[in-house]
């Protein structure tokens, strides 16, 4: 899900760039040190924008450059745990599917595609069920829930752990097989229960 916040941080404004424009260059500075970041209380700093309320500079001796109070507002994305997302597939792997939420990528192991018994096909880069004819391949847009999260230092470190097995996740189309599956054979009759 994405948050803005209203932040209050201080940035140094070096000498050559005196003469600019003091909030252009706030707003360089500050997306140089913030963007792509993670925050683990607010999650991936996506953007920066909205800078406002520069502060007079300082002086510090030894140091040329200014150092001015700003604030400024930061648009966020943090995952949660069972939220239901959008995503594209990025990359198709033996284990399972990388599904890009946001700036992030999350990973559907291959056991958590689909109910169905999935093979991998090599020539073709696809997972493929026989019984039911699914497939998934890099380019889809899925639904997909998210199970853990492990936020890192870096996105490249993070971990998002997500699940295409519940009714009405994976690919848009899969939502309408299911229904047809339930009236066809109903629910639950004739799977080895007994």
């Not at 140089?32 to 909205?50: H, P, Q, S, T, W």
Request: glycine content about 10%.
């Amino acid at each position: 899900m994405y948050y803005i916040y209203s932040v209050k941080d201080r940035f140094k404004l070096p000498p050559e760039s005196l003469a600019e424009d003091i909030e252009s260059v706030a707003a360089k500075v500050l997306r140089r040190k913030y963007e792509g970041a993670i925050d683990k209380d607010i999650g991936v700093l996506v953007a920066i924008f909205n800078v406002r309320g520069v502060s007079d500079g300082i002086l510090y001796p030894g140091d040329p450059s200014t150092h001015h109070d700003v604030e400024f507002d930061v648009l966020s994305f943090m995952p949660s745990v069972e939220e239901i997302v959008n995503g594209e597939v990025t990359e198709i792997a033996e284990f399972g599917a990388f599904v890009r939420i946001g700036p992030i990528d999350g990973l559907v192991h291959v056991s958590q595609i689909t109910n169905d018994f999935l093979s991998f096909d090599r020539k073709s880069q696809a997972f493929v069920s026989k019984r039911s004819g699914r497939s998934l391949k890099k380019g889809d847009t899925v639904f997909a829930k998210i199970s853990t999260i492990s936020m890192k230092n870096s996105v490249k470190d993070s971990k998002i752990a997500l699940t295409m097995k519940p009714e009405g996740l994976g690919k848009p189309e899969w939502a309408g097989e299911d229904e047809k599956s339930k009236a066809r054979y109903g629910k639950g009759k004739g799977r080895g229960r007994r």
